[in-house]
């Protein structure tokens, strides 16, 4: 467990993005959002990324970024829903990984209309519950701490707790 370097894992829409800012802030560490980066030296959107070189193609390109990203210090890493799936190894052995757990309706009610996520855009609810049902397992036996997330403030203070204490 590396306390310099935090990553918040999650399905997508569990609130990642949004805890990170505020963890960020109130511990005084800089934020870097995986899928943003990945974007940023893609040159292109996730979407594109997937389109043009389908899911494998984008999990290499996310393994390249974040070996790069994991470098640094003292950040909190808004990983990509995903991110976990072949990236637990790196993830475990150089960051703090905590789990969002969030109730998948939630997630839902944030992601069902969103186009900008490829393995949802235009899926049913049952197909995307399905994906959250293969994934819950991953990301909570592949991280340091789970937190059942509702509030953001609540999270964020029992992570700065879990991170004191460990």
């Known amino acids: 467990m590396n306390k310099k370097i935090i990553t918040l894992t999650g399905f997508m829409g569990c609130g990642k993005t949004y805890v990170s800012k505020i963890l960020a802030r109130e511990i005084g560490y800089g934020i870097i959002d995986s899928d943003a980066e990945i974007e940023r030296r893609a040159g292109k959107s996730i979407p594109q990324i997937m389109a043009e070189e389908g899911e494998a193609g984008f999990r290499l390109a996310e393994r390249r970024a974040l070996e790069d990203i994991l470098s640094g210090e003292f950040f909190v890493l808004s990983a990509g829903g995903g991110a976990i799936l ?5 993830l475990m052995s150089r960051t703090t990984v905590v789990f969002l757990d969030t109730d998948f309706d939630k997630c839902y009610g944030r992601i069902k209309n969103d186009r900008n996520r490829p393995l949802a855009a235009g899926k049913s ?12 397992e991953i990301y909570r036996t592949n991280c340091h701490f789970s937190v059942k997330h509702e509030d953001a403030a609540i999270t964020v203070k029992k ?3 879990f991170l004191q204490n460990n």
Do not use: Q
């Open 86 to 90: 072949k990236n637990a190894d790196l």
């Open 125 to 136: 609810r049952d197909e995307i519950f399905r994906l959250y049902r293969e994934r819950y």
């Open 159 to 161: 992570i700065k707790e």
